[in-house]
């Protein structure tokens, strides 16, 4: 008996880890700056190719995948320098922008190291409960998704620039009017945004094939995530993920992968109907 | 009639416009007398695209609805066509199947539509939930690989695609090479003046009221729930039409002309043009689609990276699109030269001022 419960938790987990890890970054950046960043999957294909480039030349895998997410993190900051800080005003043409950025990464990518990448296998390590084996690694996954969502926590509530980037998200004219620079908190969560991206594609490359077209697999998951979440990145983003892990470990359970995405995409548009600013306005509502 | 053709929300007006347009016209169709039956076959195929870009430019340009996701329609209504034109049989019946399956994409339009615009979506979260939506088909038709999927003796294929649907035909004779030319410039005329007529018509006052301030709209008493869903699935319809003829044309589709790449063509080529107006959309989409061509020759790839490029450069450079401002531009240096005023540029740097204000 306990051995169906925790496969029932271990599926929850799978998917709740994949859900949070891919749309943490993308919610961020929407909760402060109010922008949807189009190329979120590239940046999480990036993590995921640094990751493999730097097992493949003999660093040990956890430290390539931290590195993988700075790196991220770090091309974040120049594309938040050159082409997103133009379009805080014009939030849709910086969709627009993003997703321009996006097709010549990918595309280039695709000219640049073609379709075929050598990969790194999953690290090895299973266990049993019950008649039952489970991945260890996947539950490393699990261990990181609540890890990032404790550190945003931490950051967001604890810190300083915690304080002063949720001024921000609330009134950015007000809070730079009282002497924030708002500039630097949309850099750094710009960057941050990315990291988590990069962060995302590190962890998942040793589970799955390297294109350059990767990207593609975790952007609806997270757009869908966020779209639900609503701005606010721990109150949307997490009950979100958790709403939508339980519809998916379902419907994968009993019926597979694909309609589990589209049963996914159906919730998506139910909530939305009932629910147009996502689940966090809810939430803040009920919290005053 | 010619009023609602000539109307305020359409920029090309007057004589020259119209004898530009006749000239432009009578070219198209007098090409076909001088070019070989292959090429005429290939200029039919990137005409088919038109339809799309036409629609999106109603729904952004126009309504304030950016679609992302509008090779959803283009999707349903293509693998629609297939499944129609086998089930069916082919020749007369193929027709019916054409109309049948843009139905289709304008019902799927009008459910969707419901959902995200009676739940007051609106900006960023109609782009997301509809690329959502084409991302979702494109992930599922690319699993239907196996012999299960099929519709009637219509196989999906998964990526290979699907293939074996009769072309377009009246009876036993096939609708190809200049005949299938001349019914594309045919309904482009159509399809044209009918979207000049709405945007200048009554309803096209409202949905661009809709666009500038849906509250304001609300209050002076026009549902604008509804005139949004009706933009969305004409322009949706119209995207369908595109499919359509797509599979009718090279007998095939791929769940590759749905996916991410694929979605995102249309965008590139409203916004490169100018996406408030329908006739720059038409002759940028038209550039646009005649040079993707030239390059894909050489590499898909690249020119993937360069329509990435033009969106980038046209949302930095030029937010109200190239085609459009270049038109403004030489129709200005062109009624300057018409008044033959004496080269004052105070005087100009003036009248510019107050033509913007």
């Known amino acids: 008996m306990s051995a169906e419960l925790f496969s029932l938790f271990y599926q929850f987990a799978d998917v709740f880890a994949f859900l949070i890890l891919s749309a943490a970054g993308l919610a961020i950046v929407f909760g402060m700056m109010g922008v949807i960043n189009m190329a979120h999957g590239e940046f999480i294909m990036c993590g995921a190719y640094v990751t493999v480039g730097l097992v493949n030349l003999g660093v040990p895998l956890p430290i390539a995948q931290i590195l993988a997410a700075v790196t991220a993190g770090l091309i974040g900051v120049v594309v938040e320098f050159l082409i997103v800080r133009r379009f805080y005003k014009r939030p849709l043409d910086s969709l627009l922008a993003t997703w321009g950025l996006s ?11 073609g379709s075929a990448v050598r990969g790194i296998g999953t690290p090895e390590g299973s266990f049993a409960i019950g008649e039952y084996t489970f991945s260890t690694y996947r539950l490393v996954l699990f261990g990181c998704a609540v890890a990032v969502l ?35 908190i949309y850099v750094v969560s710009f960057g941050i945004g990315t990291g988590l991206a990069g962060l995302c594609g590190a962890l998942y490359a040793p589970t799955m094939t390297l294109i350059p077209t990767m990207g593609a697999t975790f952007v609806v998951e997270s757009f869908v995530t966020v779209v639900i979440g609503g701005a606010n990145v721990l109150l949307g983003t997490a009950p979100a993920a958790v709403f939508l892990a339980m519809i998916r470990m379902t419907l994968n359970a009993s019926y597979g992968q694909i309609i589990g995405q589209i049963g996914m995409l159906f919730a998506v548009i139910l909530v939305i109907r009932v629910l147009p600013e996502g689940l966090s306005s809810v939430l803040v509502r009920r919290g005053r | ?8 929300q359409t920029l090309g007006r007057g004589k020259i416009f119209w004898s530009c347009f006749l000239a432009v016209l009578a070219c198209a169709l007098i090409y076909p007398l001088f070019a070989d039956s292959y090429d005429v076959g290939n200029f039919a195929y990137f005409l088919i695209w038109i339809f799309m870009a036409l629609g999106l430019c ?11 996701g509008q090779t959803f329609f283009f999707g349903i209504a293509g693998y629609g066509y297939g499944v129609l034109a086998i089930n069916m049989g082919g020749g007369t019946t193929t027709i019916a199947a054409l109309v049948l399956s843009v139905l289709i994409a304008m019902v799927a339009a009008g459910i969707l539509g419901y959902f995200m615009i009676w739940g007051g979506i609106s900006g960023i979260f109609f782009g997301i939930v509809t690329l959502s939506a084409t991302l979702v088909l494109a992930f599922f038709l690319g699993q239907t690989a196996g012999p299960e999927w099929h519709i009637g003796p219509a196989r999906l294929n998964g990526f290979n695609g699907m293939k074996g649907m009769d072309p377009l035909a ?21 399809v044209y003046f009918a979207l000049r007529m709405l945007v200048n018509s009554s309803v096209g006052n409202v949905i661009v009221a809709t666009r500038e ?6 209050m002076l008493g026009y549902d604008v729930r509804k005139y949004q869903l009706l933009t969305f699935v004409i322009g949706s319809g119209l995207a369908g039409l595109s499919g359509a003829l797509y599979t009718s044309w090279g007998q095939f589709i791929t769940p590759s ?5 694929a979605a995102a063509m249309p965008i590139v080529w409203v916004a490169f043009s100018g996406r408030s107006d329908l006739t720059a959309t038409l002759v940028g989409s038209f550039l646009l689609l005649f040079g993707f061509q030239t390059i894909t020759v050489y590499s898909q790839q690249a020119a993937l990276v360069l329509m990435g490029a033009l969106l980038l450069a046209t949302v930095m450079l030029a937010p109200q699109g190239f085609v459009l401002g270049i038109g403004k531009l030489v129709v200005d240096w062109w009624t300057r030269r018409q008044r033959r005023e004496p080269a004052s540029t105070l005087a100009d740097a003036g009248r510019l001022q107050s033509d913007e204000t």
């Open chain 2, 170 to 190: 009246i009876g036993d004779f096939y609708i190809e090479g200049s005949a299938l030319y001349y019914i594309m410039i045919a309904l482009i005329v159509i």
């Open chain 2, 257 to 261: 002309s749905i996916g991410l790449p």
């Open chain 1, 103 to 113: 097709l010549i990464v990918t595309q280039s990518m695709l000219l640049i190291v």
């Open chain 2, 1 to 8: 009639m010619f009023k609602l053709l000539d109307g305020p």
């Open chain 2, 58 to 68: 109603l729904m952004w340009g126009y309504g304030g609805m950016l679609s992302f």
């Open chain 1, 150 to 184: 404790i550190g945003l926590y931490i950051i967001f509530m604890k810190t300083r620039f915690g304080v002063i980037a949720r001024a921000t998200m609330q009134n950015a004219a007000m809070a730079k009017a009282l002497g924030a620079r708002t500039g630097r």
């Open chain 2, 213 to 218: 301030n849906p509250q304001r709209a609300e």
